[in-house]
């Protein structure tokens, strides 16, 4: 009876949820900070990038770590992250086994092969700018920022400074060895303005190269070591090429129309590219000094550029949040990696929770899917970055406001409020009135208003017609701009805050109820509690404000950030209050808003925290901020708060749910609750005393962890355990009739759900071997609308939407496809099936 009960739940646990190992590609969860469970984005952009000597790594410096490419493909294969800031530099060792990064006052040495961690050097009094390796792989250079305004060089063997370069009167922007090793180049930003060579051996300077106007951000040997390239700041788009012997200036390069960031040699030296600020990257005939060519394709300027040691591809990366693989014999482009976003403002959950739409500084909207962490859609047509987003009650608008960018030198400010459907993308309508900057935006409960306010040359609040988009009123009264809007659940009260104090507005009236004035600095956030009694605040005093909404009094401050308040937000049933500090905190601090106590601190390692918000449903608080992601924090039953007991979860039920936990918990030490033998550790033995527990539970499971490879080294550690008590002989049993059930017999394409769709859906499988998987999308008439590379994939059942290969509706150029039917054809091995579905609009 027992072995029938145990049969029956692997069926029912198979037929409702299918766990699997991660897709190669699936990074929304390399990485996470602890007790986040998800990241959407990858990351700025933001020092250089640089292959491998052998040219199968592409490594690529960002805002949370080093991401790890494959230097043809563009295939996301790591990332290498400290959890202590961005990273402003990356070199790898001549033998291709070690890479240097610098981030802040350190920089970090990395095994290339196993992604560990190896060591930390420090001795900067400044942020470290730039890594470079000596030729023979022995030596580190590396730069200070203007604090510390010296060149280091390390011996990298024993992690020891062997000598300090002192002579630059700025911070250093870039250094480079030349290829015999025995020169060191270094550039210094705007004070400075020159680049300076020195002897390696010596350790004094060999002569000093002035003429650039302005700080110069790079510069590179080429492979001869006869020539250096330099470039700098402001000096209309001059590349300038310097004999490095006699440290005379040979020529300039003049092409771009603005600055330019970066320039490389070719492996052969024939060829030096150059990016620019104007988006471009230029190629120049070396030998001649002529300009060869453009390559236009990013859309931001490009702040890198770099080729394969093998001569065969070279690399440009960008503020567009792109890094683009170009073939380089033709410069024809072969790869785009995507998801490099320079930084989220604001963030707004869908009322069903499974919309993200996000605001970011690279002027595009982006609608995220919480379940998969894919960009579903991307809205552009802001000119400035994203300040603000809301979503409508009823999910189907969303609101946008624009801020001030640069283009060609001048500012440009964006004073539009922008509405798109939320289900297809489409621009809606543009709101304009504002005289500024529209800092922010909030629709009422019953979804018919939009508020929205402006910066400092406007100071006023501005009421829409959600329908029309006709402009409803002015609510006139702050003598400074103003920064927030909320409005309250009932939507009879508005507030509003700025640089000097807090309004309460009567919406109905549209007159001024209260003012609330006992913040010492500039508020930057508002919101309302979910029973519309208590208004929260934040800004520049660092504190949280909580307020009674109906006497205007202030009731008490949350004290303990460390910096400024960027945003603050109530849980759904009002039990918890999140609000994120600013550059010199960095945390997410959950409060008990009644009390005033403090629950929780989340530490946020990479950048400011700009937005916080809750799900509707209350069990995720999304963070998003200056690094460019968003990081989603579950909010469910807490494993280590709970009684240490088989029933792990504490929802009454012995099931799947609470195998997952110890799943979850695996080797963690201390306290928790998913340590049910109480022995101080997470290990076998606990897994399989939840499993020999287990009932015919209906609790449908939640259990992504549990794949083939796990439950096969589970049941190898359990049985080398020589467990002889019964119960835990049922969970050695349990775990391998799961083991026999995991591995599918036959490979087979699935039906792709939902069915009929519009516009994305999801595309199951199952693999009885591992094979490379590839899922090919085609129109009735057999033309090639997408093709999916899904990579390696290992034996398993791939049906949740986790899991399943997902399809965003759109061709191979990014463009939604027309209704109609459509063929989808999966390859595995030798395996190959094809099936049918519909897209209908």
Not at 30 to 57: C, H, Q, Y
Not at 159 to 174: A, C, Q, V, Y
Not at 194 to 200: E, H, P, S
Not at 310 to 322: E, I, L, M, Q, V
Request: proline fraction near 4%; glycine fraction near 10%; charged fraction near 20%.
């Amino acid at each position: 009876m027992k072995m029938m009960r145990l049969s029956i739940l692997m069926l029912f646990f198979i037929s409702i949820f299918f766990p699997l190992d991660a897709f190669a590609e699936d990074y929304t969860r390399w990485g996470l900070p602890e007790g986040a469970t998800m990241r959407l984005g990858k990351g700025g952009l933001r020092g250089n990038i640089v292959f491998s000597p052998d040219s199968t790594l592409l490594a690529v410096s960002t805002a949370i770590g080093i991401w790890i490419y494959d230097g043809y493909t563009g295939k996301a294969l790591n990332l290498l992250t400290t959890q202590t800031g961005g990273i402003s530099s990356v070199a790898f060792s001549p033998d291709g086994k070690t890479l240097a990064s610098s981030s802040s006052k350190e920089f970090y040495l990395w095994d290339v092969a196993t992604g560990e961690h190896k060591a930390t050097l420090t001795g900067h009094t400044a942020d470290i700018t730039n890594v470079a390796f000596s030729p023979d792989g022995k030596t580190l250079a590396s730069g200070g920022e203007w604090k510390d305004e010296t060149v280091r060089l390390w011996d990298i063997e024993t992690g020891t400074l062997r000598t300090t370069f002192i002579g630059h009167t700025d911070g250093i922007t870039s250094v480079a060895f030349s290829p015999d090793g025995k020169t060191l180049a270094s550039g210094g930003h705007w004070k400075d303005k020159t680049v300076r060579l020195w002897d390696v051996a010596t350790g004094t300077l060999k002569s000093t190269l002035s003429g650039h106007l302005d700080g110069v951000v790079s510069i590179a040997f080429s492979p001869d070591g006869h020539t250096l390239a330099s470039c700098s700041h402001w000096e209309g788009g001059t590349v300038w090429l310097w004999d490095v012997a006699s440290g005379e200036l040979k020529t300039t390069l003049s092409g771009h129309v603005d600055s330019v960031h970066s320039v490389a040699f070719s492996p052969d030296g024939r060829v030096l590219a150059s990016g620019g600020e104007d988006s471009t990257v230029c190629l120049w005939d070396v030998a001649n000094a002529a300009y060869k060519t453009t390559l236009s394709t990013h859309t931001q300027s490009v702040s890198s550029v770099a080729f394969s040691p093998d001569g065969k591809t070279f690399a440009s990366s960008s503020r567009d949040g792109t890094v683009l693989l170009w073939d380089a014999t033709n410069f024809e482009q072969r790869a785009t990696i995507i998801g490099h976003t320079t930084g989220f403002s604001s963030i707004a959950f869908s009322p069903d929770g499974r919309t993200l739409v996000s605001g970011s500084w690279d002027r595009a909207v982006r609608l995220w899917n919480t379940t998969t962490g894919h960009n579903r859609t991307t809205l552009t047509g802001h000119i400035g970055p994203i300040k603000s987003v809301a979503f409508s009650p009823d999910g189907r608008t969303v609101a946008s406001s624009g801020g001030t960018t640069i283009i060609n030198g001048w500012f440009v400010d964006d004073y539009t409020v922008r509405l798109w459907d939320a289900v297809t993308g489409t621009h809606k309508t543009t709101l304009i009135g504002h005289k500024a900057v529209v800092y922010s935006v909030a629709f009422s409960p019953d979804g018919r208003m939009l508020a929205s306010c402006g910066g400092n040359y406007d100071k006023n609040v501005c009421l829409w017609d959600t329908d029309t988009g006709n402009h409803l009123a002015t609510l006139v009264g702050h003598k400074e701009g103003v920064l927030s809007v909320a409005f309250s659940p009932d939507g009879k009260t508005l507030a509003s805050g700025s640089s000097d104090k807090i309004h309460l507005w009567d919406i109905p009236s549209r007159q001024q109820k209260a003012l609330l004035t006992e913040h010492t600095g500039t508020i930057r956030t508002l919101a309302f509690s979910p029973d519309g009694k208590t208004l929260a605040s934040g800004g520049r005093d660092r504190d949280v404000y909580l307020w009674d909404v109906e006497t205007g009094e202030h009731k008490r401050s949350l004290t303990g950030h460390t910096d400024r308040i960027t945003s603050v937000a109530f849980s759904p049933d009002g039990k918890t209050l999140a609000s994120s500090g600013g550059w010199k905190d960095r945390t997410v601090r959950l409060w008990d808003p009644m009390h005033g106590e403090l629950k929780s601190t989340l530490t946020v390692y990479a950048n400011t925290v700009q937005s916080v918000v809750f799900s509707p449903d209350g069990n995720t608080l999304a963070t998003a901020g200056a690094g460019g992601i968003i990081l989603l924090w579950s909010f469910g039953p807490s494993v280590v708060s709970l009684p240490l007991e088989v029933d792990v979860n504490g929802d009454g039920v012995e099931d799947i749910q609470d195998l997952v936990l110890v799943a979850a918990n695996f080797g963690q030490t201390g306290p928790n609750a998913a340590d049910v033998n109480d022995d101080g550790v997470v290990d076998a033995a606990d897994l399989i005393k939840v499993a020999a527990a287990l009932d015919n539970a209906a609790a449908a499971p939640s259990a992504a962890m549990l794949n083939v490879k796990n439950v096969q080294q589970w049941l190898t550690q359990a049985q080398q355990l020589d467990l002889r008590d019964a119960t835990f002989q049922r969970g050695i049993h349990f775990l391998e009739q799961l083991l026999r059930t995991l591995a599918p017999t036959e490979t087979v394409l699935l039906p792709n759900y939902p069915n009929p769709f519009n516009p994305e859906t999801w595309i199951p499988y199952q693999l009885a071997a591992s094979a490379k998987v590839t899922l090919r999308i085609y129109s009735t008439d057999g033309t090639l609308i997408r093709t999916l590379v899904l990579g390696h994939q290992p034996a398993g059942i791939y049906q949740n939407r986790s899991r399943a290969a997902y399809w965003d509706g759109n061709n191979e150029l990014g463009e939604p496809i027309a209704s109609g039917v459509y063929f989808y054809t999966l390859t595995a091995g030798d395996f190959a099936a094809t099936r049918k579905m519909l897209i209908r609009k």
